[in-house]
């Protein structure tokens, strides 16, 4: 099983993930601009994508979904609320599949299987684990707290995929409104540094290979930062990188990945860093 994000912050949040079999979107809150961009910097096109997972309905995590589904009819799987919410909220133009999870606790995409957990978030909201052949990924964004199911359940994983959102001193001189650093800064918001560290610590994460910090904010942190704290409450063994925004970057199973950081140079000369790690 492998994995890979195609953007990670407040702008959009879309990864894939792959095993043998099956090639699944969690979330796609890509413009129409970047989604066959991004899908191609990665090795993939829509034609690969078999279904699409959704953790809950903001826009930064569903505005793509529309212009997939008028390309592609593709499985949409949430909760029954949440793809509820979805049909309510996004003009699609052809109707889209969409395939709530069961009450039990596993479901199955293809050979990927899912299990999922609530999380706290002014929207309901989920996070995942992935399994596939005796790997297992977990997944969790958007929630101003790491429920205690989710702390034990995690603690298994191969691969995690955590939001490391903010830094609170930088959220302190932040030109957000005040409404929406409270909501941010709450238990139903966004993950600090912190919190995530914290949670690292509490997962123990005794198997796991990698762990790539998610959705963090372009104004309120930095990669270092974040890496930083994270790296207090994990052990050396693990590798830890973060994902960049609004662009794609490395697969988890990229060697270099686990060693350095690495950029690439766009036609206008900037630099794009793909991933930072620690
Ligand atoms: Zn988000
Ligand atoms: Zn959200």
């Known amino acids: 099983m492998r994995f890979c994000s195609l953007s990670s912050c407040s702008y959009a949040n879309s990864i894939v993930v792959q095993d043998n079999n099956t090639c699944i979107l969690i979330d796609c809150g890509l413009r129409k601009k970047d989604i066959k961009p991004f899908l191609s910097q990665v090795g993939l096109g829509l034609s690969d994508i078999d279904a699409i997972l959704v953790t809950h309905c903001h826009i930064d995590h569903v505005y793509g979904l529309k212009f997939i589904c008028q390309e592609k009819s593709l499985p949409i799987y949430s909760t029954a609320n949440i793809l509820k919410k979805l049909g309510e909220n996004i003009r699609f133009r052809t109707t889209p599949t969409f395939i709530p999870f069961g009450n039990c606790a596993g479901n199955t995409i293809g050979s990927l299987s899912v299990a999922h957990f609530s999380l706290s978030h002014d929207v309901e909201t989920i ?12 997944f969790i964004t958007d929630t101003g707290f790491v429920p205690a199911s989710c702390l034990d359940a995690f603690q298994a994983v191969d691969y995690l ?10 959220y302190k001189k932040s030109s957000k409104p005040q409404h929406v ?7 139903a918001g966004h993950l600090s540094n912190e919190q995530c560290s914290q949670a690292l610590k509490s997962m123990g994460l005794k198997n796991c290979k990698l762990v790539m910090l998610g959705h963090l904010s372009e ?4 990669p270092a930062l974040a890496l930083n704290t994270a790296r207090r409450h994990l052990s ?8 960049p925004a609004r662009t794609p970057g490395c697969w988890s199973d990229d060697q270099g990945l686990r060693n350095t950081s690495a950029s690439r140079k766009e036609p206008g000369g900037s630099i794009i860093l793909n991933f930072y790690a620690l």
């Open 219 to 222: 104004k309120d942190n930095n």
């Open 161 to 170: 995929y955590i939001e490391s959102n903010h830094d609170p001193d930088l």
């Open 236 to 243: 050396p063994g693990i590798s830890l990188v973060s994902a």
């Open 127 to 138: 996070g995942f684990i992935l399994s596939s052949n005796g790997e297992r990924m977990g």
């Open 181 to 187: 650093i409270k909501r941010n800064l709450g238990p």
